[in-house]
Nanobody, 122 residues
Framework: QVQLVESGGGLVQAGGSLRLSCAAS????????FGWYRQAPGKQRELVAS???????NYTDSVKGRFAISTDNADNTVYLQMNSLKPEDTAVYYC????????????????WGQGTQVTVSS
């Protein structure tokens, strides 16, 4: 089982920046896709950005041009650089990993981080 630990959330004024980090740990695993999700109060969890092991990225329309997802494959860490933050970006941000692990390499598995709060004040 892969464990995910997030960090980097906090309180920032509108127009500011934050960088989220998520470190994956475990043994004999290979990440296929990392994703960042968010959930605002009273709303469903939504995918914000994802990045595949091949480096392909995907963003929800509302963050395109403002957020950037990247990975450090050597450390199995994924980052979310968030610029030009808006109050509507306020949410709990969750890291997600789609991965394969020994001995069942043929099966895709999923893990979630505990979430980190991002609050953007107007």
């Amino acid at each position: 089982q892969v464990q995910l630990v997030e960090s980097g959330g906090g309180l920032v004024q509108a127009g500011g920046s934050l960088r989220l980090s998520c470190a994956a740990s475990g043994s004999n695993f290979r990440i296929n896709v990392f994703g960042w999700y968010r959930q605002a109060p009273g709303k469903q969890r939504e995918l914000v950005a994802s990045i595949s092991s091949g480096g392909n990225t995907n963003y929800t329309d509302s963050v395109k041009g403002r957020f950037a997802i990247s990975t450090d494959n050597a450390d199995n860490t994924v980052y979310l650089q968030m610029n030009s933050l808006k109050p509507e970006d306020t949410a709990v941000y969750y890291c997600n990993a789609e991965y394969r692990a020994f001995p069942t390499w043929g099966y895709m598995r999923y893990s979630w981080g505990q979430g980190t709060q991002v609050t953007v004040s107007s």
